[in-house]
C-alpha cells in the first residue's frame, strides 16, 4: 500500500512526517530520510496494530496534480 506523508521541518530543524489518512502516524528524523525512514516503520507497526485488533485499514489517500496555466 502506499500513503501520503506530508513533511515539515520545526523551528528546531527536526523533521516532522505524518500520514493524513492514518490519525496520529507520526514520526519524526534529524533529516529529511531519517524521518522517511521511521515513518515508514510507523506506518508497519499502525497497520499491524489494526490488523490485530480487527479494526479496518483505511485506504490509502490518492490524488491528482493539476496543472493551471494563468
Keep these: 500500500m502506499k500513503y501520503r506523508v506530508l513533511i515539515e521541518q520545526d523551528e528546531d530543524g527536526v523533521y ?4 493524513p489518512s492514518l490519525p496520529g502516524c507520526i514520526s519524526q528524523g534529524q533529516t529529511r530520510r531519517e524521518a522517511l525512514d521511521n515513518i515508514k516503520e510507523a506506518i508497519a507497526a499502525y497497520l499491524e496494530s489494526l490488523e490485530a485488533h480487527n479494526e479496518p485499514v483505511p485506504p490509502p489517500i490518492s490524488e491528482e496534480i493539476v496543472e493551471v496555466s494563468v
Design 16 to 19: 516532522i512526517a505524518e500520514v
